[in-house]
Each structure stands twice: as structure tokens, then as C-alpha cells.
């Protein structure tokens, strides 16, 4: 090896160790758990083969918890997306306070997320604001509070994560308007094509980098949702907010000797999460 190569190593090399670190030998260590019994209190390993992932498909908790999840990632991300994509253009066309509004809507995504989850909490309660405006207003709402109800906890929790989270993904859509060349609106205008033909042919072709990146980082974040159901409903009630990775913590510290079924759970959540990545990148980039 030369001494460029040496030079680059040099640096490159608190990376390499943080990898292997913090990354690949949790991982790797978590792959032979999944297949072992784990006694906490003496450290003891025995192999049990499959019989962890045997089990998680015969537990009620753990098929709740994948639909529970699955159920949040589908409600949100489009939603997200969404709604990131139309407040950017509306933004983008704004001539005054167009800094002023994007700091507005970029704050939810810096708040701290246990925060957040505390305000909602209050908000969402039986007496909180929401529902005294709901009865204040003469319209029906949950006496007990949107997250004491099996059929309204969820999507409470995954209201606040879609107001949470448009503002930084619409920062990401706004980057990549006023990228844009006004020019060739201008030439389409001529030319005698509409807003709706302006979006299709100018921005969209635009936006579908962006769009890639923010449909992958979302599903994957949202996959891993898991701060706001431990503060918010620790994953009730009746397991009705419980999502994997609640699933695989619940599993992991709060039972005894089960850190090999929550192993297995988050390989599993590690497969359905590579899965979904390069689907999503293939057909994206593809249409």
C-alpha cells in the first residue's frame, strides 16, 4: 500500500471502527441470538434453531404489532408526502415571508420528539383542548380521549407524526423547486399549457429525486416508530399502538430470557425493511 492509500485510510479509519462497532457486530451478534435461548442473568447461549421465529408467528402480540405497523407506515407516508409536496409549492410561490413561513414549518421537525409526544398526550386527553373544543363545537368525540380508544389511538399518534414531520420533508421538496429554471414555466405559459400539464412536464420530472430519497427515508423511519407509543400509550390499549420495534423492546427488557424472540423480531423488521427499500427504489426509478 502506498502512501496515498495510507493517507486515506488514516481517515477513513474512525469511520471503519465505528461501523464495525456500532453497526455490524450488533447486528451479526443479533442474527446468532435470534437463533439461541439467552439467559440474561448467567449469559448462557444455547442454540434453539428456528424455534424463536416458530414462535413470533404463533404469538397474537407479534401478528398485532406487524399490522399495527404496517398500518402506520401506509397511513403516513403517503399522507406526509403528500402534503409535503403541495405546502412546497404553495411556498415556492410565495414572494414575501417565504423564510419566515419555511422556519414555521421546519420547527415541529427539531422539536424534541419526547416533547412533542407529551403536549399531544395532554392535547389528546379526556379533558384536554381538542376535546373541549369537540364539545364545545357540539360534535361527537371519545369521552376517555383519542388514546384510551382501541379504534382512535393509532391514528392519533399517527396524526402527530404527519404534523411533526411534513415541515422537514417539504424543506426537501422546496430545495428542489428553486432549483427549478423559471424559464421554462415561462416558455410552457407561452406555449399555452396550464398549471396542471406545468406540473406534470417541469416540476414532477423535477421532483422524483427528492421524491426517491424522501419515500425511502420515511419508510424506514416509520418502520422504526417507537419513541412516541412508549411515551404516549406504551402500546395499548389492548395492543392497539404496539409496533415492532415497541414489540421487540417490550420482548427484550421487560421480559425475562426472551432477548432471542426479540432478536429474531428485529431481523425480521431488518428483512422487511430491505424489502421494501429496494422496492421502492426499483419502481420508482423506473417510472
Do not use: C
Not at 409526544?117 to 364545545?136: A, E
Not at 417539504?170 to 396550464?194: D, H, W, Y
Not at 406545468?198 to 430519497?213: A, G, K, N, Y
Request: glycine share 6%.
Amino acid at each position: 500500500m502506498d502512501s496515498k492509500n495510507k493517507y486515506y485510510l488514516m481517515f477513513l479509519l474512525p469511520w471503519i471502527l465505528t461501523l464495525l462497532i456500532f453497526w455490524a457486530y450488533p447486528l451479526f451478534h443479533s442474527i446468532i441470538l435470534s437463533f439461541s435461548e439467552y439467559k440474561t442473568f448467567s449469559g448462557e447461549i444455547t442454540f434453539v434453531g428456528l424455534s424463536n421465529y416458530y414462535s413470533l408467528f404463533s404469538d397474537d402480540a407479534f401478528v398485532q404489532s406487524v399490522q399495527n405497523t404496517f398500518v402506520f407506515v401506509i397511513g403516513t407516508v403517503p399522507t406526509t408526502t403528500a402534503l409535503a409536496i403541495y405546502f412546497a409549492i404553495k411556498l415556492d410561490a410565495i414572494a414575501k415571508l417565504k423564510n419566515l413561513f419555511r422556519s414555521i414549518f421546519f420547527i415541529p421537525s427539531i422539536t424534541s420528539l419526547v416533547v412533542i409526544s407529551l403536549v399531544f398526550t395532554n392535547l389528546y386527553s379526556g379533558d384536554g383542548y381538542i376535546n373541549s373544543l369537540l364539545d364545545w363545537a357540539g360534535l361527537p368525540h371519545p369521552e376517555r380521549g383519542f388514546l384510551q380508544g382501541e379504534g382512535t389511538a393509532l391514528f392519533s399518534i399517527m396524526a402527530m407524526d404527519v404534523w411533526m414531520s411534513v415541515g422537514y420533508y417539504m424543506i426537501l421538496f422546496l430545495a428542489s423547486l428553486q432549483t427549478i429554471p423559471k424559464q421554462l414555466f415561462e416558455s410552457a405559459e407561452i406555449m399555452g399549457a396550464n398549471k396542471f400539464h406545468q406540473f406534470r412536464s417541469i416540476t414532477w420530472p423535477h421532483l422524483r429525486p427528492t421524491l426517491v430519497f424522501v419515500l425511502l427515508v420515511n419508510t424506514i423511519k416509520s418502520f422504526q416508530v417507537f419513541i412516541e407509543i412508549y411515551v404516549m400509550t406504551r402500546g395499548g390499549p389492548l395492543g392497539s399502538t404496539s409496533t415492532i420495534v415497541y414489540y421487540i423492546f417490550d420482548k427484550a427488557f421487560n421480559k425475562i430470557d426472551l432477548i432471542g424472540v426479540a432478536s429474531a423480531s428485529a431481523v425480521l423488521l431488518f428483512l422487511i425493511l430491505i424489502i421494501f427499500s429496494l422496492s421502492q427504489s426499483r419502481v420508482l426509478k423506473n417510472n
